[in-house]
């Protein structure tokens, strides 16, 4: 089994609303797969199909390597936290748990000290959810989702409504479970940047069609900073580049290349160029955060 | 499934509405017996007050029948529990309790933690459909103790228990019908994702606002078939609910259990039907 999880043509529509299209995900047991999209792009949606929420229109997924209701026997092995947690406002914390142990048959002893432990609620006692701040509820919804120990955890903008330090905890927690007891999460978020430092693996969705699929190695290149070179004759600029020994490059297009190394050598590069006949148009350092990168993906700000 | 119904049994203990139902039970039984005990006295002081004319018209909105011999004769335990049982109060608070209960997990959003992980989604029903049947064997236990309680206190040694095989009967139709009447309101709460809905929908049933819709739909098929006797209230909850009593035939006692269970399960079945199709919001 290659992947935990892929769709295949995954498609929810809604009347002649398409609001996820044709989406193939590849997720690999042991990953973090953050899903990036702004809201209403469709990645609630997505999560919902996959968790057994929502029925896909067309396309099916394929679970643990099973797919059809084959795979649908599996859905016990997946924890879900879909938008706001759903949580009986007059109970406590360990009775909103209780239940769903009750409702999953786990009868060990600690369970729900545990999870509340992991998720930092131990000291709320019998204090009802009612009470809770946004953000004490949110971790209860990430409790509640890691009930009966699942193999894979749909997060549903779980960080929503945390203040930076409760943001940091959740991200620490989250990564400490996914190295300690190799669960696979899929994270969705707008927030990029807090995305970026868990994440393993991304998948950005717009308007209901999934544009890429990374690594994080593969997204760390494309955000890293280099040098920007316009010229007017990029083969032969390659040619001085290698002469120079710069060998982490990268042709854009007819005029641009991408350099990746040496990046403050920018006068010696020019100098090279302008020695070899290479008219230079334009260079200049540059830093892509993957706000930008993503903003360009979708069609800039204006989409956001 | 058995899970499922274990967690619904503990949301069932640990819930408020479980308790709030169950002490207004308890004060609908004692208002109930001692408004009985009013219309008594009000006999006794001017016995023109129980004679009834005969009527063929049905009366809308909550109320007891009493009996003449009740003013200076004994009261027998199994006539009080049936005479406010049949009032339709206890239907009402099931009707209440049947709304809040079953739309709850649908309400504050909890079913989106175990709906995804249960691919035999229709258990769900199931197991709300089991807890509802123990809340409402209990509210009946606790009104009919309560009835009789209340009686003893107001009537002493004249309020004695008679046979008690037609109570049990008639408490066994009866839970069946109120049970009938909780499924086809979780029906509703489960198809409109409305309490409100459901709960005002239930109420006006238990107080009668259904009649006129039977007597339209009698007179339709009086129209269509003149030598067919058929009344339509007759297979409905309220109007068994209104209609069984201790003195009622084993006939009509088996026609409200039949329509007790068939109003069950094809509630039940319905409901399970929309929770499979329909996605979680």
Same mark, same amino acid.
């Given at each position: 089994?290659e *992947?935990?999880?892929?769709?295949?043509?995954? @498609?929810?529509? *809604?009347?002649?609303?398409k609001?996820?299209n044709?989406?193939?995900?590849?997720?690999?047991?042991g990953?973090?797969y953050? &899903?990036i999209?702004?809201?209403? %792009?469709?990645?609630?949606? !997505?999560?919902?199909m996959i968790?057994?929420?929502? =029925?896909? /229109?067309?396309?099916?997924?394929s679970?643990?390597?099973? @797919?059809g209701?084959?795979?649908?026997e599996?859905?016990?092995?997946?924890g /879900? +936290?879909i938008?706001?947690?759903?949580?009986?406002?007059?109970?406590?914390?360990?009775?909103n748990?209780?239940?769903?142990?009750?409702?999953?048959?786990?009868?060990?002893k600690d369970?729900?000290?545990?999870?509340?432990?992991?998720?930092?609620?131990?000291?709320?006692?019998?204090?009802k959810?009612?009470?809770?701040?946004l953000?004490?509820?949110?971790?209860?919804?990430?409790?509640l989702? &890691?009930?009966?120990?699942?193999?894979?955890?749909?997060?549903?903008?779980?960080?929503?409504?945390?203040?930076?330090?409760g943001?940091?905890?959740?991200?620490?927690? &989250?990564?400490k +479970?996914?190295?300690?007891?190799?669960?696979t999460f899929? !994270?969705?978020?707008?927030?990029?940047?807090?995305?970026?430092k #868990?994440a393993t693996?991304?998948?950005?969705?717009?308007?209901?069609?999934?544009l890429?699929e990374?690594t994080?190695?593969?997204?760390? %290149?494309k955000c890293s900073?280099?040098?920007? +070179?316009k010229?007017?004759?990029?083969?032969?600029?390659?040619?001085?580049?290698?002469?120079?020994g710069?060998?982490?490059?990268?042709?854009?297009?007819? $005029?641009?290349?991408?350099?990746?190394?040496?990046?403050n050598?920018?006068?010696?590069i020019?100098?090279?160029?302008?020695e070899?006949g290479?008219?230079t148009?334009?260079?200049?350092?540059?830093?892509?955060a993957?706000?930008?990168?993503?903003?360009?993906?979708?069609?800039g700000a204006?989409?956001? | 499934?058995?899970?499922?119904?274990?967690?619904? /049994?503990?949301r069932?203990?640990?819930?408020?509405?479980?308790?709030?139902?169950?002490?207004?039970?308890?004060v609908l =039984?004692?208002?109930s017996?001692?408004?009985?005990?009013?219309?008594?006295?009000?006999?006794?002081?001017?016995?023109?007050?129980?004679?009834?004319?005969?009527?063929?018209?049905?009366?809308?909105g909550?109320?007891?029948?009493?009996?003449?011999?009740?003013?200076?004769g004994?009261?027998?335990?199994?006539?009080?529990?049936?005479?406010?049982?049949?009032?339709g109060?206890l239907? !009402?608070?099931?009707?209440?309790f049947?709304a809040?209960?079953?739309n709850?997990e649908?309400?504050?959003?909890?079913i989106?933690?175990?709906?995804?992980?249960?691919?035999?989604r229709?258990?769900?029903?199931?197991?709300?459909?089991?807890?509802?049947?123990?809340?409402?064997?209990?509210?009946?236990?606790?009104?009919s103790?309560?009835?009789?309680? /209340?009686?003893?206190?107001?009537w002493?040694?004249?309020?004695?228990?008679?046979?008690f095989?037609?109570?049990?009967?008639?408490l066994?139709?009866?839970?069946?019908?109120?049970?009938?009447?909780?499924?086809l309101?979780?029906?509703?709460?489960?198809?409109?994702r409305?309490?409100?809905?459901?709960m @005002?929908?239930?109420?006006?049933?238990?107080?009668g606002?259904?009649?006129?819709? *039977? $007597?339209?739909?009698?007179?339709?098929?009086a129209?269509?078939?003149?030598?067919?006797?058929?009344n339509?209230?007759?297979?409905?909850?309220?109007?068994?609910?209104?209609?069984? $009593?201790?003195a009622v035939?084993?006939?009509?006692?088996v026609?409200?259990?039949?329509v007790?269970?068939?109003?069950?399960v094809? $509630?039940?079945?319905?409901? #399970?039907?929309?929770?499979?199709?329909?996605?979680?919001r």
């Amino acid at each position: 089994m290659e *992947y935990l999880l892929t769709t295949n043509r995954l @498609t929810k529509q *809604y009347g002649r609303h398409k609001a996820v299209n044709a989406v193939n995900i590849h997720i690999r047991q042991g990953d973090i797969y953050g &899903l990036i999209g702004r809201n209403g %792009a469709g990645k609630t949606t !997505i999560l919902k199909m996959i968790s057994g929420l929502a =029925a896909p /229109t067309e396309g099916d997924f394929s679970l643990f390597g099973k @797919t059809g209701k084959e795979a649908y026997e599996y859905m016990s092995r997946i924890g /879900t +936290l879909i938008e706001s947690p759903g949580v009986y406002p007059n109970m406590s914390a360990a009775e909103n748990l209780k239940l769903k142990c009750l409702a999953m048959g786990v009868r060990k002893k600690d369970t729900i000290k545990e999870l509340l432990k992991t998720v930092g609620l131990e000291n709320v006692g019998k204090k009802k959810v009612k009470n809770f701040s946004l953000g004490m509820k949110q971790r209860l919804g990430i409790a509640l989702a &890691l009930v009966a120990d699942p193999d894979l955890v749909v997060l549903d903008e779980p960080i929503n409504g945390l203040d930076p330090q409760g943001i940091a905890e959740v991200r620490e927690t &989250l990564q400490k +479970l996914n190295k300690e007891k190799n669960i696979t999460f899929i !994270i969705s978020s707008h927030i990029l940047e807090e995305l970026s430092k #868990m994440a393993t693996n991304y998948g950005i969705i717009h308007d209901g069609v999934l544009l890429q699929e990374m690594t994080r190695e593969e997204l760390l %290149a494309k955000c890293s900073e280099r040098i920007e +070179l316009k010229t007017d004759d990029t083969r032969k600029a390659c040619t001085v580049l290698e002469g120079m020994g710069i060998n982490q490059y990268k042709v854009v297009d007819a $005029s641009t290349i991408q350099i990746f190394e040496r990046l403050n050598d920018g006068g010696d590069i020019t100098m090279a160029l302008a020695e070899n006949g290479v008219k230079t148009m334009g260079i200049t350092v540059k830093n892509e955060a993957l706000e930008d990168y993503y903003l360009n993906l979708t069609g800039g700000a204006e989409n956001v | 499934m058995f899970n499922l119904i274990k967690m619904d /049994t503990h949301r069932l203990v640990h819930s408020t509405s479980t308790w709030i139902t169950l002490l207004f039970t308890v004060v609908l =039984a004692v208002f109930s017996v001692v408004m009985t005990n009013v219309y008594i006295q009000m006999a006794k002081e001017d016995p023109s007050s129980l004679a009834v004319e005969p009527t063929e018209e049905i009366q809308l909105g909550i109320y007891v029948d009493a009996n003449p011999e009740w003013v200076t004769g004994n009261i027998e335990i199994g006539d009080i529990i049936s005479t406010e049982m049949k009032s339709g109060v206890l239907a !009402i608070i099931v009707v209440v309790f049947a709304a809040i209960f079953s739309n709850a997990e649908q309400k504050n959003g909890y079913i989106k933690n175990i709906a995804g992980q249960f691919p035999r989604r229709g258990n769900l029903i199931i197991s709300k459909f089991a807890a509802i049947a123990i809340q409402i064997f209990w509210m009946m236990i606790v009104f009919s103790l309560i009835t009789v309680i /209340t009686g003893f206190a107001l009537w002493g040694s004249r309020f004695y228990l008679g046979s008690f095989m037609p109570i049990l009967k008639f408490l066994g139709t009866q839970y069946l019908l109120h049970l009938g009447f909780a499924a086809l309101i979780m029906f509703f709460s489960i198809f409109t994702r409305s309490t409100a809905f459901s709960m @005002t929908a239930g109420i006006l049933i238990c107080t009668g606002f259904a009649i006129p819709i *039977y $007597s339209i739909i009698n007179k339709l098929i009086a129209d269509i078939k003149p030598s067919w006797d058929f009344n339509v209230g007759n297979y409905m909850l309220d109007r068994n609910i209104t209609q069984i $009593s201790l003195a009622v035939t084993s006939d009509i006692m088996v026609r409200g259990v039949v329509v007790g269970i068939v109003f069950s399960v094809i $509630s039940v079945l319905f409901a #399970m039907l929309i929770i499979k199709k329909r996605d979680i919001r």
